[in-house]
């Protein structure tokens, strides 16, 4: 389910099937720190650079959400483009 708001402080985990594009927004987002460029597990945070270790107080979000609120794509296209349902399907090992 996509939450219609995202939480004042959240984290998203970094994974194989997401890194290109939380890389991508984070080294935007924080052009003067180390690039994040690997796809090993990262956690990526609504207020600060990425972290090797998960932080207390921060929500945990979807890809899913990630993708419908911060990159602020339009749902329509989401609904047409399946792709941000792929990691859900890897982890409940549907194929």
């Given at each position: 389910?996509?939450?219609?708001?995202?939480?004042?402080?959240?984290?998203?985990?970094?994974?194989?099937?997401?890194?290109?594009?939380?890389?991508?927004?984070?080294?935007?987002?924080?052009?003067?720190?180390?690039?994040?460029?690997?796809?090993?597990t990262?956690?990526?945070?609504?207020?600060?650079?990425?972290?090797?270790?998960?932080?207390?107080?921060?929500?945990?979000?979807?890809?899913?959400?990630?993708?419908?609120h911060?990159?602020?794509?339009?749902?329509?296209?989401?609904?047409?483009?399946?792709?941000y349902?792929?990691?859900?399907?890897?982890?409940?090992?549907?194929?």
């Amino acid at each position: 389910m996509v939450l219609k708001k995202l939480p004042e402080k959240w984290y998203i985990i970094r994974d194989e099937d997401n890194y290109k594009v939380l890389n991508k927004w984070n080294n935007e987002t924080y052009p003067n720190t180390i690039k994040a460029s690997q796809e090993y597990t990262a956690y990526f945070y609504s207020d600060k650079d990425y972290k090797m270790e998960l932080l207390d107080g921060y929500t945990l979000i979807t890809f899913g959400d990630f993708i419908i609120h911060v990159l602020d794509k339009n749902t329509e296209s989401l609904i047409q483009n399946y792709d941000y349902l792929i990691p859900l399907f890897k982890t409940l090992n549907i194929k």
